[in-house]
DNA sequence: GCCAACGTTGGC
DNA sequence: GCCAACGTTGGC
């Protein structure tokens, strides 16, 4: 199984909107970005990622689970996109911000650190585990 | 609110 | 195919 984090401007889709989606989840859609389009892709039934606010948050929130592998993005007409659909998990017992992530030698090479403008992205094993570890929460 | 970094677009 | 101009994102 894969590890990806899923970053999204609170004011405009957050945590609690996704989690009022249920088990059906929602798709992911909006990105209009060659190399997340192509991480999405990449994603399998089950795959689980981490969901982070931007913006004046900039925290791990929570963990969603990939409920749909990529198919076009229903928001455009343009063929080039496509989107997974993903529901909630479970909320992290803590947030885990941006400060901590940047701190923590473990996560020291986390596309979020290194790209922080890449708005789907790829996270190892080792960063998950590390990041529920600071999150208090099971993986 | 500013601005740096990045990605995309379009003229040449 | 290059690169300047532009738009957007997101940290600060």
């Not at 957050?14 to 991480?39: C, L």
């Not at 911000?97 to 790209?115: C, F, G, H």
């Amino acid at each position: 199984m894969a590890y990806w984090l899923f970053k999204s401007e609170p004011n405009t889709w957050g945590w609690d909107d996704q989690v009022a989606k249920g088990e059906a989840g929602e798709e992911w859609d909006g990105v209009r970005n060659y190399q997340a389009r192509n991480f999405m892709r990449e994603m399998k039934l089950g795959d689980r990622g981490f969901f982070y606010h931007s913006m004046k948050e900039k925290s791990v929130v929570g963990i969603v689970e990939v409920c749909a592998e990529s198919h076009p993005d229903s928001t455009t007409d343009d063929d080039r996109w496509e989107c997974v659909n993903i529901k909630a998990v479970r909320a992290f017992e803590v947030p885990v911000s941006l400060d901590q992530i940047k701190t923590d030698p473990r996560l020291a090479e986390m596309v979020l650190v290194k790209n922080s403008r890449l708005s789907v992205q790829p996270v190892t094993d080792l960063e998950w585990q590390a990041i529920c570890d600071l999150g208090k929460t099971e993986p």
